[in-house]
Nanobody, 124 residues
């Protein structure tokens, strides 16, 4: 069993930045793909970013590319999402997810373990 816990969400003004962090426990970290997804009220959960098991491959959704950056620290067993130039459309609950495979993926079905989510609100 893998436990994932997100932190770092909050209220930020348009144009601001936030850094989300996901702490993993319960298994050997550093072997599986990790991802961030988000879900806005009334909308389906969508892919945000993914990082491969060895950290060598990254994938960011088109809507966040150039503004968000995913990273992982295997020593700390964390996966972070640095979010810059935030706008109101980024308002959502952000979820961390872990997959059994090592290859980056945007498909929710490739992720087995999920955190409870952290709320990000972008508003003036």
């Amino acid at each position: 069993q893998v436990q994932l816990e997100e932190s770092g969400g909050g209220l930020v003004q348009p144009g601001g930045s936030l850094r989300l962090s996901c702490a993993a426990s319960g298994r050997t970290f550093g072997t599986g793909v990790m991802g961030w997804f988000r879900q806005a009220p009334g909308k389906e959960r969508e892919f945000v970013a993914s990082i491969s098991g060895n950290g060598g491959s990254l994938w960011h959704a088109g809507s966040v590319k150039g503004r968000f950056t995913i990273s992982r620290d295997d020593a700390k067993k964390t996966v972070d999402l640095q979010m810059n130039s935030l706008n109101p459309e980024d308002t959502a609950t952000y979820y961390c997810a872990a997959g059994r495979g090592a290859i980056i993926s945007a498909k929710m079905s490739d992720y087995v373990f999920w955190g409870q989510g952290t709320q990000v609100t972008v508003s003036s």
